[in-house]
C-alpha cells in the first residue's frame, strides 16, 4: 500500500512539474517584458543644460513634431538644432539661467549631446514616417512624455509589442515589412 | 578602426543630426548629437542625391551620389548624361572603397614626416621659388584633366611667368596611336569619332570596346547594334570580353593584322568599283595598296582566302559598316599605321560622316598643345626642371614601363605630389599633400565637343585634406604672382560657371556640331612597317590582355574588384597568363601551374589558365600584371614582346568556381540562332497550392544577347547589399558571399573558334522556392509580392535551403563577415549587416521596393512601373537587366518575359522562378 | 520472488545474482581504461567543438554547395545505431524468445546512448547552438512557430518521442531489478533504486500491472523505431536534390539502421561478454542469430545500392545518371568502393556457421561494417550536394581534423555513456533470467 501511493505521489508531482512549466512559459509570454531601467533622457551632458518634457510638452503644450520635426516625413523623428531652441528662447523664459546656458552654447556652435532613451535593434526597421501616417499616436509606443521630467522607456519595445498592434490595426504582418 | 554600419550611422549623427531613434543596437552611440545649425533641406534617414562625375579612369562618366547622412553610401549612372544614360561600370561602383579607404592620408608628408598645413603651403610655395629664382622650370605632371583644373594649371603656370603647355599628362592606358592613325589619315586637326550604334556591320581589330575607353557608353552602343540586328567581329589573338559579345570572333597570325586591313581595304575597293564615295583618290589608294592581294595576305594572316573574301563583301553590303582599333591586344609598334590603315579601310566603304563622324575637338581652356612625357623625361633628366608638381599620376608604380621617367625625376631638386593615398611617386615626392578625394571636391570634365560634367562635392571631406587647386593658389598668391588667378576658393569658381539646372543634371549637355573631313592625300604613303617584337625569337607573343578591373594599368587594389572574379576566367584575387590547350601540353602545363614569364625588361610568376579562348602560340596576361615585363619603348601596353615561358614547378589553385566552364549539358545559358528556337516550356502539375500575388509579383528579366558580362552588376550588388568581402583564402574554398554571380561558359563554336556565354546568376525568386519548404525556422518564406524572404534575425543556419536550391545562389557567413575598406563607414544604412553563421541571398533589393512602396503610399498613387530599380538593373551598362512587376502586363519586364526568346533556368523541376532570361541569339557564319 | 539474505548463499539463484549484477559490482582496470579512453575523446571533441562556437563554422571543410558534411552523418550515423536496440528487443519479447532475457537490456541501454549521441549533432552542426530552440515549437509573444512543412521539425518530434519512450521502455523493463538492486546494493546507490524502483515489491498485483503495461510499450516502440528513421530518411528523400529525392529512401535508411545497429550491439555484447565472463548467459545462440540478421539487412543494403544506380540510369535524368555515374567513378570513388566492400562484400562470411560462431570473426566483421556505415552516409550526403545540377558548382568537401574530433568525440561520448549506465544499472535483466531458469527447473517464476 505505502508503495503504491508513493506511486501515486510521484505521478502527480510529475503531471504537476509538466502543468506548471507549460503555464509558466505561457505566462511568461503573456507578461509584459520587466520596463529596463529608467535612463535619464533630455539633459544636454555639454555644459548640463536640463531639459524638462512637462514643461515644453506638458505645460505649454507643444506639439512633439514641432521639435521632432521629421517624424512625419522620415524614418527617423529627429531631435531640435540648437538654433531650433532658440527660435523660441531668444524672447521665453530669457532669463533663467539654463536657457542662457544653452544660449552661450549655440552661440559657441557647440551641439547639445541629448541621451538615447528609445531603441531598436540593428535587425528592424521601424519608420515613423508609416507609423505617423496611420495615425498612432507618439504616445502609444513613447508613452505620455508629456508627463516625464525625465523620460523612461516603461515598455520595452519588443516584437510581441509589434505584433499586437500589427494585429490590432490588422497592419502588415510581413516579415520583410520590418526585416530587410 | 572596426565599426560596423551603426558606428557608420553614430558617426554620421555628428554631422548629420539626429533622429537616429530607427534601429539600434549595445553597439550604438548613446548620445543623439543634432546640428547647431542643420542644412535647410536636410532630412535624417531620407537619402539626398548628388550630380557628378566618376573619376576613377579619363571617360569621366556622369554619376549620381547617393548620399545618407552626410556621407556617400552609393555611386549610381546619372541617367541625364550622355555617356552613363543611368548607368555605371563596376570600377566606379568600387569608388567609395577608395573614399573610404583606412590608408588615405590624412596629413601633408615630407621626407622627414608628417607636418602642418601652414609648413606644408610654405614648403610648396618655398620650392616653386627656388626654381623660378634659379630660372628653371616649373612643370605639372597630372593624370588626365578635361576641365577647370586642366585649365587652372595652364593659367597657375602663366600666372608663375612659365609656358602653358608645360603640363604633362600622365595616362598609363593611354592609346596615342589613334591619334597619330587619325593624323596620318585625316590631317592634323581631324578628330575622328565613331558611331557604333549607328553601323549595321562592326568589324574591331583587337579594340575592347567592353574593356577600355568609355566602356559604358561603348557597350550600350554594342548592345543596341547587336539588338538592332547588326553584326558584330571580333578579330584579335584573345577571345576577351568585347570578342565574346562579338557574333565571331576570328584571329590571324600575331602581328599581321595590318596586312589584313589592306588587304581588306584593296578588295572593298574593287569591289565599289564605280559608286565609290565621291572626293575619293582611287587611283592613288589603288597604287598604295596594290601589293596586298588576297592571296598572299591569306597566306601571311593564315585567315583563309574565303573568310577574307566574305569580310570584304560583309563590310561593302551591309552598310554603313565600321572598323574599330586597333586595341592594346593588336597594337604593336606599328600601330599607329593600322589605325591608318583602318581609317582608309572606313574611307573606302564610304563610311565617312555616317559611321565615322567628325567632330570639333573639345574646346577649353584646358586643351591646347602640352609637353610629352618623352620631352619631361628629356628635361628633366638634363636637369632643366627645378620644381615637379605631380598630381594623381604615379609612374614610380609602373615598375620598367616608365623607368627612364622615374629615373629623371630624381634629378628635379623639387617634387610636389597631390594624391589621396601613399603611392610609389609620392614616396619619392620630396612634399606629399593630400588631395580631396573627387567626391569631396569641385571640378569638371569635357569628355567630347557638347558634353561637359561637373564634378560636385558630395559631402564634407573626411579628413584634414585640402584641394589640390586650391593649394597652387596659395602658393601662387604667397609668391604674389597670383594676377589672372581665380580669387576666392576654386570650387566657387567652378560652382558660378554652371547654372541651377546644369548642377541638377550634372553638367552642360548639348548636340555635338558636326565638322567636316575627309582622306588626306597622304594617305597611307609612308613606309608601311611590319611589326616586330622585342624579346627573345624563342619565346612567345605576349599578348596583353585589357581588362575591366585595371582601367589605370595597375593590378586593382580595390578589395572588391579583385574579390569579384574576372567574368571570363572566373578567377579571384590576383593575376594569371592564359595558355591555349596546345601550347600548354606543349610547355607540360596544365591549369593552376605556376609559370614563370621572362621578357626584355624582367620576368615574373603567374598561375597558369588553360582555355581555347586564346589563339596557339601566345600568351595572354591581364595587363596590369604584364607590366613587369614591358620596357616603355612605344607603345609602352601595348603587343610588344616575346615572352619565355617555362613552369616552375609550384602550383597553386586559383581562387576560381570549380566545374570548369563546361554546362555539361545542362542548358543554363542557353542560345537560339534563326534555324533553332527554344523549345517549349514543359506544364508541370505542381501538389502545392497556387501561390497568390495580390498586388505585385516582381520579377528580373535579363537578355543575355544583351550582357556582356562585365560584371557592374555583381560591384552594384555588393555595395548596394553589405555583401561581406572573405579574401582569397575563404574564395579558394568556395566561400564567396557574391549573391550575384557572372557565370561563363565557353565552348567550341566550330572550326576552332571558341564561343562564351554568360549567365548573370542571383536568387531565382521561386514560386515553388525549394528552400522555402525545408527551412525549420520559418527563415525563408514567400511573400505577397513575389519575393523569396529571407529574415537574418530568424535564421538558425542548418544551411538545409542552401542544400535544397538548385540554383546554389544561397550564401552562408562561415565567419564575422568583413566587408573590406567599407566596414568604417562606407556600408548602406538601410540594409542589415548580416552576422556570422547567418544564411543570406539576393532579395530584390527589398530595401529599395520597400522604399519606393512608401513614397508612393505617402503621395497616394501606384507605383510606377521603373521606378523602382534593382541595383543590378540600375547600374547595367548594357541594360540587359530590366526589373519590375511581372503582374502588371504593360511593364517591360512582362513584355520581356512574353518574348520567344524567354525561359527560366531549370524548367523542368516546377520551381516558377521570377527570373526571366532571354537566350542569346548566334548567327551563322556565313554572315547575312 | 525476492529471498532472504541469510537463505541467498545455499540457493542457486544467489549464483545468478551474482553474475548479472557482475557489471555493476565487479570493476576491473579494463573498465577503467576504456571509461578513461572515452572521456578523452570526449574532451577533444569537446575543445574542437569550442572552436566552431567561438571562430565560426569556417573551421570546418565545409563551403558552398556542400553545406552538409561529417556531422550530419555522424548524426544520421548513431541514429542508425540506436535503431536495433528497442527494437530487436520488442520484437524478441513478442516473439517470446528465450533469448531477449541476456541481451535485451543492453540492447536498449545502446538505443538509449546512441540517441543522446545522435541529438547532439544538429546543435553543433548549426554553429550558432544556442539559437538551437528557434525550432522547437514554445508559445511566445511573437506568435512564430517552427515551420511544420520542414522535415527538420518533424526530426525534432520524432527523435523527442524516441527518446521518451525507449527510455520509459527500459525503465518498465528495469521496475523488478531496481526493486532488487534497493536490497542487494548498498552505499550512495541505494535511495537512488529506492526512489526510482516507485516501491515496487514484487506482489502478483504489480506483476500483472507490469506484464499488462509492458507490452503497450514494447508495442509502440517497434512502429515508433520505424517512423524515426523513415523520417530522418525524408530529410533527405523531401528535397529536390537528385540522389536523396528518392521513394526508396525511407526503407533504405531502416535497413541499415538495423544494419549498423546489429554491428554495435555484437560489438558491445562481446565486449560485456569477455569482460565480464557472461559467456553462460550471452551464448553463441545469441551471436549467431544477430549475424544472421546482419547478414540479412547486409543483403538488402545490397539490393537497395543497386536499386539506386539501376533507377538512375532508368530514369534517363541527366542530372542523376551523371551523379550516380560520378558517385562511382569520381573524386569520391574510393569511398564508394569501400563502402560496397564493407557492406556488401564482407558481411557475406555470415553464410558460413563457423564464422557465425567465432566471436573473433564476428567483431572484424562488426567492425568493419560500422566503418562503412559511417561512410555510405558520409557518401550519399556529400556527393549530391557536391555534383548536381550546376557544373559550375561542383566542388569536393574534405573535412578538416577538427570536425573529424567532433565525430570522435560522439563515438567517445557514446562509449562513456554506455560505461556508465552498465554501472549504475544491469545490463541483463536479472529477473527474466530468473524466470528462465525457474522455467528450465519447471518452477513458477514467482511463487
Known sequence: ?180 | MKTGRRGFLGAAVGTMGAGLVAGCSKRLPRYLIPHVIPPDDAVPGIARHYRTICRECPASCGVTARVREGRVVKLEGNPDHPLSQGALCPRGQATIEGLYSPDRLGTPLTTTGKIGWDAAEGALAAGIKRALDAQKLVVVLTRPELGSVGALFRTWLTALGQQPSQVVTFDAMDRPWLREGARLAFGANANPVPDIAAAKLLLSIGDDLVEEGAVVEQARALADLRAAGGRFVYIGPRLSLTAAAADEWLSVEPGTELLLVLGLARRVLELVGPDAPEGLAVATLRARLAPYDATTVAARTKIGAATLERLARDFLRTRPSLCLGPGRAVAGNNAPALAEAIYVLNAVAGNLQRTLRFLPRPQGAWAGPSMELAELTRRAAAGEVGALIVHHANPHGYGPLFAKLAAALEKVPFVAAFNNQLDETGRHAHLLLPDHHFLETWSDATVRDGVTGIQQAAMIPLLDTRAAADELLVAARSLGKATGLPDGAFGDSVRASFDVKEVERGGKFSEATAASGTLADGALAGAVAALDLAGPADGLPLVVASTLRQLDGLPPTSALLQEMPDPLTSISWGGWVELHPTTASALGVVEGDVISLEGTAGRTELPAHVTIGLREGVVAVPVGYAIPLLDGSPPALGFMTRVRAHRTGAKVAPPHVPGGQSQHGAELSREVTPSRRLPMAPKLPSMNPPVEHPLHRWGLAIDLDRCNGCGACVAACYVENNIPIVGPEEVAKGRDMSWLTIQSFIKDGGDGAAEVSFLPLGCQQCENAPCETVCPTFATYHTKEGLNAQVYSRCVGTRYCENNCPYHVRRFNFFDPKHGPRDSLGLNPDVTVRGRGVTEKCTFCVQRIRGGEEKAKVEGRPVRDGEIVSACAQTCPAHAIVFGDLKDPTSQVSRMAKDQRAYRLLEELNTKPGVVYLARQREKKEGT | MIDTPAAAAANPISQIERDTLATMTRTSWRYWLGLGAAASLVALGGWAWSTMLRQGLGVTGLNSPVMWGSLITTFVFFIGVSHSGTLVSAILFFTRSPLRAAVGRSAEKMTLVAILTAGLYPVIHIGRSWLFFFVLPYPNQRGIWPNFRSPLTWDVFAICSYVTVSALFVYMGMLPDLALLARRIGGWRRPLYRLLSLGFSGTDGEWCLLERAYPIFAGIVIPLAISVHSVVSWDFAMTIMPGWHSAIFAPYFVAGAIFSGIAMAILLLSALRRGYRLGRYIKEAHFDLLAKLMLAMSLVMTFVYATEFFMAFYRGDSTEAELFRWRATGAYAPIFWLVVLCNSVVPLVCFWKRARHSLRVLVVVSVVVTIGMWFERFLFIVTTLAHNFDPFAWRIYKPTLRELAVCLGGFGWFVMLFLLLIKIFPSMSVAEIMEGEHASHGEAPHA
Open chain 1, 1 to 180: 500500500m505505502r508503495a503504491r501511493s508513493r506511486t501515486k505521489v510521484m505521478l502527480a508531482l510529475a503531471a504537476a512539474a509538466i502543468v506548471g512549466g507549460l503555464a509558466v512559459a505561457r505566462g511568461r509570454s503573456e507578461a509584459q517584458t520587466p520596463s529596463p531601467a529608467p535612463t535619464s533622457a533630455g539633459v544636454g551632458t555639454v555644459g548640463d543644460v536640463p531639459f524638462d518634457h512637462t514643461i515644453h510638452a506638458g505645460k505649454y503644450g507643444i506639439p512633439c513634431l514641432d521639435c521632432h520635426a521629421f517624424a512625419d516625413k522620415s524614418p527617423v523623428a529627429g531631435l531640435p538644432s540648437g538654433r531650433k531652441c532658440m527660435g523660441c528662447h531668444k524672447f521665453v523664459a530669457k532669463e533663467k539661467p539654463a536657457v542662457q546656458t544653452l544660449a552661450a552654447h549655440v552661440e559657441a556652435g557647440e551641439p547639445l549631446r541629448w541621451q538615447r532613451v528609445f531603441s531598436v535593434p540593428d535587425f528592424v526597421y521601424f519608420s515613423h514616417r508609416m507609423h505617423v501616417r496611420a495615425n498612432v499616436a507618439c504616445a502609444e509606443c513613447h508613452g505620455d512624455v508629456a508627463a516625464m521630467k525625465t523620460v523612461v522607456q516603461q515598455r520595452a519595445f519588443t516584437m510581441g509589442r509589434c505584433m499586437g498592434c500589427h494585429k490590432e490595426r490588422n497592419a502588415t504582418h510581413d516579415c520583410l515589412g520590418c526585416h530587410k
